[in-house]
């Protein structure tokens, strides 16, 4: 019987996440996964997390209930102090948006920032929810390239240029992940960051700023955010407790212009009301004693570990000039450039030897649906090192070694 249900315009538009589709290659028993950009289960805070839901027997009332679209405000008034020194102020309770997320923050800016047509300038290569998110509200991409010290920022202005002249129109948004970049994992340099928003305020666009690995930096120094370099209200910044703590909990936030975070949060009305309210107090309970400082001490030495395990199984495994990298300060991954053979072949290959990986493609815009900029992810693959024990780093990477030898 035919389906009495007509999808609209925007469904039929939609596609289905190509990561999402390549983890279903990945379940197979045995199979060694460093696909998935997953933390580490084994430091989650769980007893931790277990005492915190004692809160609930003093503010169930609250817990239980529809709360404040904007956020719990005694987990707003964590964030106001948890920012303060990453953007050099602490932010006001009506420039803070809780959500569900950090995805839904990105689409809660494309509802109230995009119209269908619009250009989202993105780096090459960028995070496919934020793309998968973009593209969903009708916008195409106008890439900027990378390099070890992320977007390539001088070139930015003859890519704006260069949409204008075949547009006709200017890019409404600026996407940057500035910190350990999933996938490259790289860092925006300091004066990239000066660059970016000074080129953002001249030209009037501004600047998505997301930051879920900030905190997971296990060496080096901490460089400035751009919200912290400039005065300009263009600037929009978003962070998450899904790395720094648990991803089951889907409590993000989102600092900016207050007038735009109120926009955000009238989106937000029609979406979901407000984020769960047991997760909010949870979280404010488990920060309010304590406790997040310490486990970022801890999780950073834990990820530290997991990526020299890493390094060094790359180097000792990987026949000689098969592929290169740089060795990431934090975050979760190591950004492979192969030498002579195609990623998604290679996928293949190391599936049926029991690792499994993302393709670089998956990073990419489609070329179809990309304004300005290249669009070419077939000699890279991204490599998790996060969720697989030191033994299966050490495996899948001697398994991804004979892959590449049959190539």
């Not at 107090?281 to 488990?286: H, K, R, S, T």
């Not at 890279?380 to 030898?405: H, K, N, Q, Y």
Request: aromatic share 8%; glycine share 10%; charged share 20%.
């Amino acid at each position: 019987m035919p389906s009495p249900f007509r999808c609209s315009e925007l469904c039929r538009a939609m596609r289905p996440s190509p990561i999402r589709e390549l983890f279903k290659l990945t379940q197979r028993p045995g199979m060694i996964s460093f696909a998935g950009g997953l933390p580490d289960p084994a430091i989650f805070p769980v007893q931790q997390f277990a005492a915190c839901a004692e809160a609930l027997a003093s503010r169930g009332t609250v817990a239980l209930q529809y709360g404040p679209t904007e956020g719990y405000g005694e987990l707003v008034a964590v964030l106001q102090e948890l920012m303060r020194g990453p953007l050099g102020r602490s932010p006001s309770a009506a420039e803070i948006l809780v959500a569900s997320g950090s995805q839904q923050v990105m689409d809660l800016a494309g509802r109230v920032l995009l119209d269908r047509g619009d250009i989202v300038v993105v780096e090459a290569p960028t995070y496919p929810g934020a793309l998968h998110t973009f593209r969903n509200c009708g916008a195409g991409f106008a890439t900027v390239p990378c390099d070890g010290d992320g977007m390539q920022v001088d070139l930015l202005p003859d890519i704006l240029q260069q949409c204008r002249r075949t547009t006709g129109r200017l890019p409404k948004l600026i996407y940057t992940i500035t910190n350990f970049s999933n996938p490259s994992g790289a860092c925006l340099a300091t004066a990239r960051r000066q660059q970016l928003a000074e080129i953002a305020e001249r030209w009037g666009i501004p600047v998505f700023e997301d930051d879920p690995y900030g905190e997971l930096r296990h060496s080096g120094e901490p460089l400035p955010t751009i919200f912290s370099l400039t005065p300009w209200p263009g600037v929009l910044y978003a962070s998450s407790f899904s790395k720094i703590l648990a991803p089951g909990v889907r409590v993000a936030w989102v600092v900016g212009d207050a007038t735009l975070v109120r926009a955000m949060a009238i989106a937000k009305q029609g979406v979901d009301l407000c984020t769960s309210m047991v997760s909010q107090v949870l979280v404010a309970e488990y920060c309010r004693r304590g406790h997040l400082l310490a486990h970022l001490e801890a999780i950073r030495a834990h990820y530290a570990r997991k990526s020299a395990l890493m390094a060094t199984a790359l180097r000792q495994h990987l026949p000689a000039g098969a592929a290169s990298w740089h060795e990431p300060q934090g975050g979760f991954f190591f950004w492979l450039e192969l030498a002579a053979t195609d990623s998604r072949s290679l996928f293949h290959r190391a599936v049926e030897n029991g690792v499994a990986f993302l393709p670089g493609d998956a990073f990419f815009p489609e070329p179809g649906e990309t304004v300005v900029g290249s669009c070419d992810g077939s000699h890279f693959a991204r490599l998790c090192f996060t969720f697989a024990s030191g033994e299966e780093i050490d495996e899948g990477c001697r398994r991804l070694a004979l892959s590449l030898a049959k190539s």
